[in-house]
């Protein structure tokens, strides 16, 4: 059964710091990894998605790095800003079924 | 046009009574899903579909239902509440099959959730 571990679980920095949010999971036999950001009382909104052949993707300030074999996603964010404030959340997909399993998130506070 | 939509937003009733939230997704993907977030902000999947096909379902009580239609639409059906059901529901879908590209599946795209009450 995959399991899913997001560190920190929380973080608060002040604007413009570069930032990593790390995420293991314990099933490497993945088809896909997505990170997603939820902002309180909201749906979750997809950040990035990076299939299993791939190693990173790239979005605006946004890089996310995959690492199949040791299980390790991680997302990088670039001169951070009030409105990166959220929490983020990486969701391997794997099994026959193609489920993804989330962590319980990376909760960002960055603050002006 | 939302892509994933849900209805209502906000449900709240009483225990033993039956709920039900409805779903729908335009953007032609052929997998629906329903999750659930717990107090602690834990998202966890309750039933996967696949072109109407039941493809999972965790162990979930089964007085949860699902229901789907159609491709673009999947009920969640509830029957007599309990206090533990409150928590945000969320509808997502995502393309599964006939893709042209490897790793499975593409993204998945979630509906603003539904936060159910049971008083």
């Known amino acids: 059964k995959q399991e899913v571990t997001q560190i920190p679980a929380a973080l608060s920095v002040p604007e413009g710091e570069n930032l990593v949010l790390n995420c293991s999971f314990t099933?490497?036999?993945?088809?896909?990894l997505q990170w997603f950001r939820q902002d309180p009382g909201k749906g979750l909104t997809s950040l990035l998605l990076i299939q299993s052949s791939q190693r990173e993707q790239t979005s605006g300030r946004l890089n996310a790095s995959l690492d199949k074999s040791s299980g390790r996603s991680t997302l990088y964010i670039a001169a951070s800003q009030p409105g990166d404030s959220a929490t983020y959340l990486c969701?391997?997909?794997?099994?026959?079924?193609?489920?993804?399993?989330f962590g319980r998130g990376t909760s960002l506070i960055v603050h002006p | 046009d939302t892509a994933v939509s849900q209805t209502p937003k906000y449900l709240v009733t009483q225990m033993g009574n039956d709920k039900s939230i409805k779903c729908e997704q335009n953007l032609g993907h052929d997998t629906m899903y329903w999750y659930k977030q717990d107090s602690k902000k834990f998202l966890k999947i309750m039933f996967s579909?696949?072109?109407?096909?039941?493809?999972i379902n965790e162990t979930v009580p089964n007085r949860f239902s699902p229901k789907s239609p159609d491709k673009a639409h999947l009920n969640l059906h509830i029957n007599s509440l309990e206090l533990g059901d409150s928590a945000v529901y969320f509808c997502?879908?995502?393309?599964?099959?006939?893709?042209?590209?490897?790793?499975?599946?593409?993204?998945?795209?979630f509906g603003p959730g539904t936060r159910l009450t049971v008083t």
């Open positions: 579909y696949n072109n109407k096909e039941l493809i």
């Open positions: 969701a391997p997909s794997s099994g026959g079924s193609y489920i993804p399993t």
């Open positions: 997502a879908s995502s393309q599964v099959r006939g893709l042209k590209i490897a790793g499975g599946p593409r993204e998945q795209y």
């Open positions: 099933d490497s036999a993945i088809y896909n």
